[in-house]
């Protein structure tokens, strides 16, 4: 997880180019294509809570888990008046149910296999209101990602800078991310180190996940997400 750099997240990403709000502007009309009446939204993965931060701009109501601490506590931090959960997506159970349960930027990748993904679509499935819906925005699958790719992402500012890099590999199904940061701040200079593991997941695995969970399935339109986007309901 980002723990060591939780508190550079969304400054590293903006470097990026992510663009929260865009992303949640699609997601929200998406969902209510799906269910016009939705109000209730949980982020499963919820990170820093930027795109939580959009949802309630939207309109909704929303809640978020997350199982990185920092994360949580910086969702927290943005969000005062949501619910922000420190959970495990296979696991958690919060005794509520929504009218939208959304995991985007690839966060279901860290249940790193398909029995995994089962579980997390099925704790998905257990939160959602009848006739709610369930959009996730993929990692990437084994036949896309590229083993050895060399990644590089710089901020520059005045009181802070960072350069990220890594070099991607590969065991089985496993993608694995050695990220490797350089932070200057007007403290001095610290080197950090952090490895992410994610499980490679095609569009059958994720369909199999859905239809064990009891959701219908379907391949969106990816608006913004170029890695795809996948949506269903639970039963009326």
Do not use: N, W
């Not at 470097?15 to 009446?37: H, L, M, Q, S, W």
């Not at 922000?84 to 930027?105: E, H, K, Y």
């Not at 007007?186 to 239809?211: C, I, M, P, S, W």
Request: charged share 25%; glycine share 8%; net charge negative.
């Amino acid at each position: 997880m980002f723990t060591k750099t939780a508190a550079f997240y969304d400054t590293i990403y903006a470097a990026r180019g992510k663009d929260y709000r865009a992303e949640a502007e699609f997601v929200a009309a998406t969902i209510r294509a799906f269910a016009p009446g939705a109000t209730t939204l949980l982020d499963v993965g919820c990170g820093t809570g930027a795109h939580l931060a959009e949802f309630e701009r939207l309109g909704f109501t929303v809640s978020g888990i997350d199982a990185d601490p920092k994360m949580v506590a910086l969702a927290r931090s943005r969000l005062p008046d949501a619910r922000i959960d420190f959970a495990d997506m296979t696991t958690f159970d919060l005794g509520a149910r929504f009218d939208a349960v959304v995991s985007l930027f690839g966060s279901t990748g860290y249940a790193r296999t398909p029995q995994h993904l089962d579980e997390t679509l099925v704790r998905i499935a257990a939160h959602l209101a009848p006739g709610g819906v369930a959009l996730v925005e993929p990692f990437l699958d084994a036949s896309v990602f590229r083993a050895g790719h060399l990644d590089a992402v710089f901020v520059d500012r005045d009181d802070l800078k960072i350069a990220r890099m890594s070099v991607s590999k590969q065991m089985g199904k496993i993608a694995i991310l050695d990220f490797h940061y350089l932070v200057a701040t007007l403290q001095g200079v610290e080197r950090l180190f952090e490895r992410h593991e994610l499980g490679l997941f095609d569009a059958a695995t994720y369909r199999a996940a859905y239809d064990a969970a009891g959701l219908s399935f379907e391949e969106l339109a990816p608006g913004p997400f170029e890695r795809g986007f996948y949506g269903g309901r639970s039963a009326v």
